[in-house]
């Protein structure tokens, strides 16, 4: 199976609010409300920020908001900041039993 | 709080085998279902394998199906990972992930720091 499919930059200034999409098939992101998002920073473990689509962890700024839409889910960053900045991975439950990720998004605050 | 430490990365020669282990702490670890993800130099994350919290059902990628094994020590709050016949293209940093609900669905809330695997003669 391939990688979620996720744009390779998005690029927003302090204060504004970007989305990043993930697109997959019917049998994996459009199929379940199984979509998880990570935040990762260089040299550093991933961190989870969305799980379930929408579910926000304890801790997890509420800049961060998640949504679907058929095949393709999206998060999005709102009042964006320096300290976002950072590579962002979708994640999703597939029809045979497998995850998925996708291919990463960087994310830079100009 | 929550720790996952990693440890058994190295280098290994192509077809040599490794053995990778994750030390569980501050939940009960065996209510949880365990996973592990990697990361190839400067690329993506990729599933690898994920394990129920009982230990009784795994689950592959089939990049690694038929070489890889997981599995649980659950009375010493351990999770492994055997990887047998590995290939250049196995080298990565490989991190273990508590899932948050489920066993493959919901996605991972706690991370390890990882730990380096290389493949190379």
């Known amino acids: 199976q391939s990688a979620l499919t996720q744009p390779a930059s998005v690029s927003g200034s302090p204060g504004q609010s970007i989305t990043i999409s993930c697109t997959g098939t019917?049998?994996?992101?459009?199929?379940?409300?199984?979509v998880s998002w990570y935040q990762q920073h260089p040299g550093k473990a991933p961190k989870l920020m969305i799980y379930e689509v929408s579910n926000r962890p304890s801790g997890v700024s509420n800049r961060f908001s998640g949504s679907k839409s058929g095949n393709t889910a999206s998060l999005t960053i709102s009042g964006l900041q320096a300290e976002d900045e950072a590579d962002y991975y979708c994640?999703?439950?597939?029809?045979?039993?497998?995850?998925?990720f996708g291919g990463g998004t960087k994310v830079t605050v100009l | 709080e929550v720790q996952l430490l990693e440890s058994g990365g190295g280098l290994v020669q192509p077809g040599g085998s490794l053995r990778l282990s994750c030390a569980a702490s501050?939940?009960?670890?065996?209510?949880?279902?365990m996973t592990w993800v990697r990361q190839a130099p400067g690329k993506g994350l990729e599933w690898v394998s994920s394990i129920r919290g009982s230990g009784g059902t795994t689950y592959y990628a089939d990049s690694v199906k038929g070489r890889f094994t997981i599995s649980r020590d659950n009375s010493k709050n351990t999770l492994y990972l055997q990887m047998n016949t590995l290939r250049a293209e196995d080298t990565a940093v490989y991190y273990c992930a508590k899932v948050v609900r489920g066993i493959l669905s919901s996605g991972n809330d706690y991370w390890g720091q990882g730990t380096l695997v290389t493949v190379s003669s």
């Open positions: 994640r999703s439950y597939t029809s045979s039993s497998t995850v998925l």
């Open positions: 019917s049998s994996d992101v459009g199929g379940y409300d199984y």
């Open positions: 501050g939940f009960t670890f065996s209510s949880y279902a």
